[in-house]
Nanobody, 122 residues
Framework: QVQLVESGGGLVQAGGSLRLSCAAS????????MGWFRQAPGKERNFVAI????????VYADSVKGRFTISRDNTKNTMYLQMNSLKAEDTAVYYC???????????????WGQGTQVTVSS
């Protein structure tokens, strides 16, 4: 069993930066995919960034390309989402996810964090 715990959310002004962390406990295989998703009020949850736990080329949603970076520290079993040049439309609950697959859909992942709120004031 894998547990994921996010941290790092908060309130930031437009143009600012935040770094989200997702600490994993349990057995994370290097072949696992990992991802960050977000859900804004009244909207569906959508993928933000996905990668492999072992590394490799990440994939970003068009809306965050050039501003967000997904990374991981295998020694700490932690994944990160560095968010720069934040916009009001980035306001959402952010979730990290992990599982044997890598993809842009919720169903691609077996394990989810509890979510962390990011609010960007304009």
């Amino acid at each position: 069993q894998v547990q994921l715990v996010e941290s790092g959310g908060g309130l930031v002004q437009a143009g600012g930066s935040l770094r989200l962390s997702c600490a994993a406990s349990g057995r994370i295989f290097s072949s696992y995919g990992m991802g960050w998703f977000r859900q804004a009020p009244g909207k569906e949850r959508n993928f933000v960034a996905i990668s492999w736990w072992s590394g490799g080329s990440p994939v970003y949603a068009d809306s965050v390309k050039g501003r967000f970076t997904i990374s991981r520290d295998n020694t700490k079993n932690t994944m990160y989402l560095q968010m720069n040049s934040l916009k009001a439309e980035d306001t959402a609950v952010y979730y990290c996810a992990a599982g044997p697959k890598r993809g842009p859909r919720d169903s691609d992942y077996n394990y989810w964090g509890q979510g962390t709120q990011v609010t960007v004031s304009s």
